[in-house]
DNA sequence: CGGGTTTTGTGAAACTTTTCTCATTATAGT
DNA sequence: ACTATAATGAGAAAAGTTTCACAAAACCCG
């Protein structure tokens, strides 16, 4: 599980990237908690951790923020991202590729074990799965989303792996079984419905 | 945010779905936590505090954790979600609809502003946002997913509050100003590609 | 039918995360 | 230059979460 304290961090990147564009130079603790949606003695935490300090009474300088979260979050080098599952969610993500993927992290391959996905007309060039190994070395991927049916999820991740796949975003509604060194992220989209509906129903 | 008790009794919904169709009718704690990535203490500890009891020596009975289980996530009652925004990832969940939104769930409607989006041929019918009320009041609908750009995501999100939907799935990548009262859970797929880089990095 | 084994349920302990509190200090205004 | 103000940084407290440890109960086998 990610921890929240990056997911936080990552968060605090967007709004900081927004304040930017709008033409602030400085900012205070607590603006950015209110639009990153936490307490203000939360980020001034969550950059404590990583070392990050402020000037008392004027705050943080955003530029230099931002080259730091840059630099925890490697964004300042390549990341080459490849996509197995050329399904709708693994389609819609390839068309958004450079998009709404964040700087610098780039889809460069997407895969299919159907032929006619290979020729579908997305954002990213589509390949059969016997081509893996090959882009892998070629792009020097080490992160891969999962986006096939969950029957073939394990064993796609197990290919990946295989193939010296390191980080899987998972998308397939099953929990991957993978070493512990491989980082899984899954993203279960009925589940994040189903809690919302859970709350709802808490509140009544 | 969602807490994490609440993500992983989903988890347990899933792999006991899992364990019926296979053909069990019982399960112990260790079985359930070993295909859902936790510990088995973990597991009757997240049963314990919704009051779920097992048997000493024998376990649960898969079939009677289902029953409760639906019960406390509603989901013997419908929940009809609406969607905003027919863009790529919008059109790829309406695709998918009852697919992957699980059981008892039903995406009803997507809206569009582009009257070119709401002619597409997806698994939903497209209607311009001036209908918003009329759908959202014939269907009972209280929760609503936001797949628009970021810049007019926050003006949906006003506008679908304002509608009467009390929950959002976001996929939009901005923290969404919403009232207490209203259920926010946010997903933002580079956040999630984002951490992954980060961790792979951390490992070195 | 009774002893041994296995598994639950839970209270306590350990750990993690968040919030509170306040001394410290940079800045702006007088 | 001095004072008042406003913001950080960090240690302490509080809250929340996970793991540990073990008594109690149910089942199995002889």
Redo the contacts with the bound molecule.
Sequence with gaps: ?I???IK?LLQYRLCLTKFKELGYSR????NLGNEAG???????????IHG?????????EIESLLIILNQIFRMDEIHNVILVGMGHIGTALANYNNHFIGQNVYLVAGFDMDPAKQNKKTGIPVFPLDKLSELIEGFQVSTAIITVPPVSAQEVCNNLIDKGIKGILNFAPIVLKAPKNIIVNNINLSTEIEAIVYYLNQQK
């Design positions: 599980m921890k929240s304290n936080r900012i205070f603790s607590y936490v307490s203000p003695e939360q980020v001034r935490k969550d950059f404590s990050i300090t402020g000037n008392k009474k004027a705050g943080y």
